[in-house]
C-alpha cells in the first residue's frame, strides 16, 4: 500500500509540474493559436535564474525558505521578461503570416535559447541545492510524500486557484476570453488585444518558471537541456486535455505524471515514456479534440 | 462643422475590384442615416473601413467627439477608433458565444473604465468599486434593451431576436457616439421587425447617438430614416430624404433594372 501511495504522489508531483508548464501552452494557443515552443525553455531559464540568485543568497549566508521565496521571484521575474520578449520580437511581427511562420519561429527561438544557455552557463548537469526544507510534521508519512513534494502540490493548488480566479473575474480575465473566442471582435468593443496578448505570455512564463524553481529543487539539477524535455512532455499533456481549455491542461498534467509514475514503478523505468505516448495516442484515436477539448475553439 | 462623422472620397481596393470608388457621406449628431444599396454594392466594406478593418486607400475619415474634438481615423486600430466614440454590431451576429449576456455588455465598458492589472494588486478597494459600476451600468442597459431575464446565460444560449438585442447592448455599453448597425433586421419577421423600429428609435432618443445602419427592409428605412445613402457598385448614386430618395430616377433603376 505505502508503495502504491509512493507511486501515487510522486505522480501527483510530477504532474502538477507538467500542469503548471502545459497551461502556458495552452493559454497561448487558446489566444493566438499558436504552439509556442520556446515555452520549455522559459521553464528551463527560469530555473538556471533561480539557480544562480539561490547561491548567491547561500553565499550570503540567509535560510532556506527565505532563499526559496526570493530567488522563485526573481525566475518569475526574469521568465516573465523573457516570455514577453520573445513574443515581441518573434511572433508578433508574424501575427498575420501563414500559420506555419511563427510555428517555425518558435523551434527557433527554442534551439537559440538553448544553446544560448549552453555557451553562457555550462553544458554539464549543475547541482541545485535543495532548497524546501524538510518538515518534521511531515516526518510519519516519509515512506510516501516527502516534503517537496507537499511543497510542490501546494504551490501548484495556489496557482491554479489565483488564475482561475484572474480569468472569472477579473477585467482582464474577461478581455483574454474574449480575444481567444474572437479577436477582431475584441478589438471592436475596445480591447487592447496588444496587451492581452503580452499578458498571457508573462502569466505563462511565471508559471513555467515556478514550475522550474520546483522541480529543480525536488531533483537536485539542471542543465539547459531540461526545457526540451520537460516541455515535450507538457505539450503532451496540454494536447491530452484538450488543447485550449485550461482545466484540460490541468487534467493533462496530471494524467500525465500519474501514468509515468505507476509505469515506473509497476512496470520498468525503461517504459515511462512509451506508456506516456501510448496513452496520448490512445485518447487522440477517440477523443482527437482531447479530453476536455470542444471539436471547435473551446479557448482559454 | 457639426456632423459627428465626416467622410470624403474614401476608396478601397480588393486586387483589381474597386470595392468603394469616392464615395462621401456625413452624419450629424443624433440623425438616423440609412445605407441602401443592392448586395455587393460595398456597404459593409464602407463599415469595415470606418472601423478601422480595412485600411481604405484614399480618403479620410473625421469623427467629432462630444467634448467637440476633431479627430482623424484613418490608420487608427479597431479599438482606438472604437475608443473615439465608433461602435458597431455585424449582420452576421458575432457575439463571445461562451460568455454570459452580462459579462457580454461589461466588455463593452471596458474602454470607458481604467483599471490596469497593477490597480488589482494594488488598489483592490478602487477596482472593486469601478467594477460594481461596470456590472450597475451593464445593468441599466440591458433592462432597457428587455434582456434581464437572461443575464447569467450564455450568449450563444439565447434566442436569434435576443442576440441582435445583445450585440446592440454591448456596442451601446462602449459609449459610443455613432452606433453603426449592420442589417439589424435581417432575419426577423414583421413583428419583431417593429419592434426593432421602435427600439432603435428609443436608443438615439435616450443614448443621444446618432445610427448609421446598413438595411434592405425597405419598410424599416424608409419610417426610421432622417437620410438615406443609396450605393451600387461601390459608388454613392443617391443621398435624401426618404421621399426624395424614392423618386430618384438612379434608385429606381439600380433596383428595379431599366
Known sequence: ??????????????????????LGYTMVYGIIGLINFAHG??????AFTALIIASLLTVLGMNGMAILVISGLAAMVYAAAYGYTIEKIAYKPLRNSPRLAPLISAIGMSIFLQNYVMLAQTSDFLP????????AFMEP?????????????????????????????????????ATAQDMQMAMLVGIDVNRVISFTFIIGSVLAAIGGLLIASHVGQINFYIGFIAGIKAFTAAVLGGIGSIPGAVLGGFILGLTESFATGYVSSDYEDVFAFGLLVLILIFRPSGILGRSENQKV | MTAILKVTGLSMNFGGLRALDDVDLRVEPREIVALIGPNGAGKTTFFNCLTGIYPPVSGTIFMRASSGKQSRLNGLPPNKITAKGMARTFQNIRLFPEMTVLENVMIGCHCRTSAGILGAVFRPRAVRAEEQRIVDSSYKILTRLGLTDVVNDLARNLPYGAQRRLEIARALATEPALLLLDEPAAG?????????????????????????LIEHDMKLVMSLSDRIYVMEYGRRIAVGTPVEVKKNPAVIKAYLGE
Do not use: C
Open chain 2, 188 to 212: 426577423m419577421n414583421p413583428r419583431e421587425t417593429a419592434e426593432l423600429n421602435q427600439l432603435i428609435g428609443k436608443i438615439r432618443d435616450i443614448y443621444e447617438v446618432a445610427i448609421l
Open chain 1, 141 to 177: 508519512y516519509s515512506d510516501f510524500i516527502g516534503s517537496s513534494d507537499l511543497v510542490i502540490l501546494l504551490t501548484t493548488a495556489v496557482a491554479m486557484l489565483l488564475l482561475t480566479i484572474m480569468i472569472k473575474y477579473t477585467r482582464m480575465g474577461r478581455a483574454m476570453r
Open chain 1, 41 to 46: 525553455e522559459i521553464y528551463m531559464i527560469g
Open chain 1, 1 to 22: 500500500m505505502n508503495y502504491f501511495l509512493d507511486l501515487f504522489f510522486s505522480g501527483l508531483t510530477r504532474g502538477s509540474i507538467y500542469a503548471l508548464i502545459a
Open chain 1, 128 to 135: 541545485f541545492p535543495d532548497l524546501i526544507p524538510n518538515f
